[in-house]
């Protein structure tokens, strides 16, 4: 069974520019969770997606937005990137179902802000 | 708000040692899980071990068990039998029970397993 997969795995933008991070869930989940992790910080919430809608998202500014399409797939954008955005975004997926069910994690992609 | 706080930034213990993560949580809730991930070098999170609120008896998987103190708010990881492919950054993660909720992360521990 295939994990959860991100592309690209490193992405470098400029100040200003715009990102697209894509995830591919674990199949059967239909759950997509995307998680910030910054030098030297833990993970923060950034938002989660389940049948196509947005759940719940984090404490990020609106520039921070995303997609789920039918096939649960997964797109975060980043707009107006910042020297800040740097960080390793990590994305997750789940079943649906109580808190039990454990989200199983990709690789991530490295976004660097030059 | 849920928070997950761990005191330790970094650990060492000697291969074949024994090692104990510290973890503590802040909820008003009743219902949730807690969990201990594990983050190689290769960036991928892998979990480890999940605690039930609602069971008082420790979760335990080969290796790793955790002691699971509900009044308190903690909840620790205790490697046995370190090994080298142990080194890793561990983060403990709280989640409550309800729908699919976000997993709440402390800022994680990294441990050196020393030869």
């Known amino acids: 069974e295939a994990g959860v997969t991100q592309s690209p795995t490193h992405l470098i933008k400029t100040r200003g520019q715009q990102a697209t991070l894509r995830c591919s869930p674990i199949?059967?989940?239909?759950?997509v969770y995307w998680y910030q992790q910054a030098l030297g910080l833990g993970l923060q919430f950034l938002l989660w997606?389940?049948?196509?809608?947005?759940?719940n998202r984090g404490n990020f500014p609106p520039r921070f937005s995303g997609r789920q399409f039918p096939n649960y797939s997964s797109e975060l954008n980043v707009n107006a990137l910042e020297l800040e955005d740097s960080a390793l975004y990590l994305c997750?997926?789940?079943?649906?179902?109580?808190?039990?069910?454990?989200?199983?994690f990709g690789d991530g992609t490295r976004l660097s802000i030059l | 708000a849920q928070t997950v706080t761990q005191s330790q930034p970094e650990m060492s213990v000697q291969e074949a040692e024994t090692v104990t993560l510290s973890c503590t949580y802040d909820t008003s809730e009743s219902d949730y899980y807690l969990f201990w991930y594990k983050q190689p070098p290769s960036r991928q999170m892998i979990l480890v071990i999940r605690q039930e609120a609602y069971k008082q008896q420790n979760a335990t998987e080969n290796r790793f068990s955790v002691n699971f103190q509900k009044a308190a708010k903690s909840f620790s990881l205790k490697i046995s039998d370190s090994q080298l492919g142990d080194a890793a950054m561990y983060f403990c993660a709280y989640r409550r029970n309800f729908g699919n909720e976000k997993l709440t992360f402390g800022t994680g521990t990294r441990l050196t397993i020393i030869p």
């Open positions: 997606y389940d049948e196509g809608e947005e759940r």
């Open positions: 199949s059967g989940h239909t759950s």
């Open positions: 997750a997926s789940s079943l649906i179902g109580g808190g039990n069910q454990p989200q199983h």
